[in-house]
């Protein structure tokens, strides 16, 4: 896909995806946080035992490049359809944060 990318969009690809097959009645918030938890695991599994250094250098190889780029599509692709059933703007959210955060630390 070459087009130009947008949350919304893919948000809207991921829904015809589980529509096409008739997922949607799983994808309640609770199975989506679910799911969302075992991908992030599953990415953290990737660096369970990487020295801080060998962390850095995780996309040099591209065997695990390649699996840490899908379990990041992974918890992306979760997150996203989270968003959507629960009516969140994960940009809007993103960004509140961020200005609640450059309240709580102020830089020094």
């Not at 990487?50 to 990041?72: F, G, I, K, Q, Y």
């Not at 996203?80 to 994960?90: A, F």
């Amino acid at each position: 896909m070459t087009e130009h990318l947008d949350v919304a969009k893919l948000q809207r690809r991921l829904a015809e995806f589980a529509a096409a097959r008739n997922w949607q009645p799983y994808h309640t918030p609770k199975n989506l946080v679910a799911a969302l938890s075992v991908e992030a695991s599953e990415l953290v599994e990737i660096f369970q035992w990487l020295t801080p250094e060998e962390s850095t250098r995780v996309m040099d190889d591209p065997d695990t490049a390649h699996r840490v780029t899908d379990e990041v599509a992974d918890v992306l692709a979760y997150l996203l359809q989270l968003c959507e059933v629960l009516g969140i703007d994960p940009l809007a959210a993103l960004d509140a944060k961020i200005d609640r955060n450059e309240h709580r630390f102020p830089a020094p």
